[in-house]
């Protein structure tokens, strides 16, 4: 069975520097996607950047990349100019590629505070 | 945009007592989750319907049932509620490809006395 590692329960960050947010898996298929969603306090689970395993070139979005690591099994986080708004619980998770592998496998989060 | 939206978003009830859990989704997805969020860990799948007129355990499904009443809607069930059942529950919908991100609903915090 996959498993999903946070190994950071908590991390905090100054405002308008950057953080990097660690994830690690593991898993014996070599086709699967992996995600960061953010919690913040309202709850709702927030989709911030996806990655496709059998894509080389890390994803970005805006502040938000990844350093993803497929031979290492890593798949971390960085937010360029943290801003307040960041904030939140982060959950990196897992999905197989495979039909039938309906459910994400998620970590157990990462709380982020943001210091102004 | 609604997305995802789930009634209600807090519900306190007796040992024994029954309830629903309501999800909609405005997206046109064919699949649709229950997911139950625990303090100091991450999601787990209760239940999944692929597509209309289907559903599937996930990996907690115990204590739970489950109605894909129409494609936009995906109830899951508490027959005899029990203490260990507190939670928060989330509702995501997605497409019907394995590559299509699943989006949340807001969650509905349920305490069971």
């Not at chain 1, 998620?106 to 982020?112: C, D, E, I, S």
């Not at chain 2, 939206?5 to 046109?28: I, R």
Request: proline fraction near 4%; charged fraction near 20%.
């Amino acid at each position: 069975a996959q498993t999903v590692t946070q190994s950071q329960p908590e991390m905090s960050v100054q405002e308008a520097e950057t953080v990097t947010l660690s994830c690690t898996y593991d898993t014996s298929e070599s086709d699967y996607y992996l995600f960061w969603y953010k919690q913040p306090p309202s709850r709702q689970m927030i989709l911030v950047i996806r990655q496709e395993a059998y894509k080389q070139q890390n994803a970005t979005e805006n502040r938000f990349s990844v350093n993803f690591q497929k031979a290492a099994k890593s798949f971390s986080l960085k937010i360029s100019d943290s801003q307040l708004g960041d904030a939140a619980m982060y959950f990196c998770a897992y999905r197989s590629a495979r039909g039938g592998s309906e459910k994400l496998v998620f970590g157990k989060g990462t709380k982020l505070t943001v210091n102004p | 945009n609604a997305g995802v939206t789930q009634t209600p978003k807090f519900q306190v009830l007796k040992t024994g007592q029954s309830m629903t859990l309501q999800c909609a989704q405005d997206m046109n997805h064919n699949s649709m989750y229950w997911y139950r969020q625990d303090p100091g860990m991450g999601l787990r799948l209760i239940y999944y319907s692929a597509s209309e007129g289907t559903t599937d355990k996930g990996e907690v499904p115990n204590g739970y049932n489950v109605s894909r009443l129409n494609k936009r809607e995906f109830s899951l069930r508490l027959e005899s509620a029990a203490p260990s059942q507190t939670s928060v529950y989330f509702c995501a919908s997605s497409g019907s490809f394995v590559a299509d991100t699943q989006y949340f609903g807001p969650g509905t915090r349920l305490t069971v006395l």
